[in-house]
């Protein structure tokens, strides 16, 4: 008898606005003039590789990166659509899209791809401070974070998280948690939180001594007090950096 095992699928899409000054996944900025030919790239890989997944079923696939709301909806309907043709995708697999606010403000967009299978959005928040966003290098406000959220809900996505970093150059505890109490009006069914790393090679690597980094203890105290804080509006921990409301932990991250 045919064994059928459970398969996640993570697809890489390397393109951004900008680079942000801690970023060390693999991204490229500008990258627009490549987005066509890495579709169809991708579509090919997936479709050859596809013999290999024949005996498992994909339960969750995960678009990440880079930033893949940024290479549009056309071209992320095209890859899903490629997978649930070559795949044995199930019926309620967790289909995931890292999105950034200022390329998910557009509603239609997100029922677009709500309606071609996305069933879960991760938006890329960091901060709900716009001085602190322009620090790190992100191209958004916050501002943009709450009209992607409204899009979002408009769109009747019905699984949303959002991904804030703490520790960031010059925080105090205060403005974290105001962060994440800004975080938490939004309702979002999950949460990420994630202690800002300062990796080798980055810009902020290079600046790190002047950048007015909070210490670790801090950060660590930063730490425990989010863990409270969510605890209180009906956030499980279930994972080092990841919240959830009852029943809406990433399958993904599990
Ligand atoms: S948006 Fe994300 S992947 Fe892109 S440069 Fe910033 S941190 Fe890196």
Redesign the pocket.
């Known amino acids: 008898m045919k064994t059928v095992r459970p398969l996640g699928l993570y697809i890489h899409i390397p393109f951004?606005?900008?680079?942000?000054v801690?970023?060390d996944?693999y991204?490229l900025?500008h990258g627009e003039d490549r987005m066509d030919a890495y579709t169809d790239a991708l579509c090919a890989h997936l479709t050859e590789a596809a013999p290999l997944a024949a005996s498992h079923t994909v339960d969750t696939v995960y678009f990440g990166?880079?930033?893949p709301s940024y290479l549009g909806e056309k071209r992320l309907c095209k890859i899903l659509k490629v997978i649930e043709k070559r795949y044995q995708v199930a019926r309620d697999a967790e289909i995931t899209l890292e999105a950034?606010p200022d390329s998910a403000g557009d509603w239609k967009a997100l029922r677009a791809l709500r309606r071609c299978g996305f069933n879960r959005i991760s938006l890329?928040m960091q901060s709900a401070c716009d001085e602190e966003l322009r620090t790190i290098?992100?191209v958004h406000t916050m501002e943009q974070v709450q009209q992607a959220v409204e899009a979002a809900r408009k769109a009747k996505i019905q699984n949303l998280s959002l991904d804030l970093i703490y520790g960031l150059p010059h925080q105090t505890q205060e403005r974290w948690m105001e962060n994440l109490a800004a975080a938490v009006a939004l309702n979002p069914e999950h949460l990420s939180c994630y202690g800002l790393k300062v990796e080798e090679g980055t810009p902020l690597f290079a600046m790190k001594d002047t950048a007015g980094l909070p210490g670790d203890e801090e950060q660590a105290d930063m730490y425990l007090q989010t863990v409270e804080f969510l605890k209180q509006y009906g956030y499980e921990q279930y994972e080092i950096s990841n919240f959830a409301k009852p029943g809406r932990e990433s399958r993904h991250n599990l």
């Open positions: 951004c606005k900008a680079k942000c801690y970023c996944f991204s900025p990166g880079g930033t950034n890329g290098g992100r």
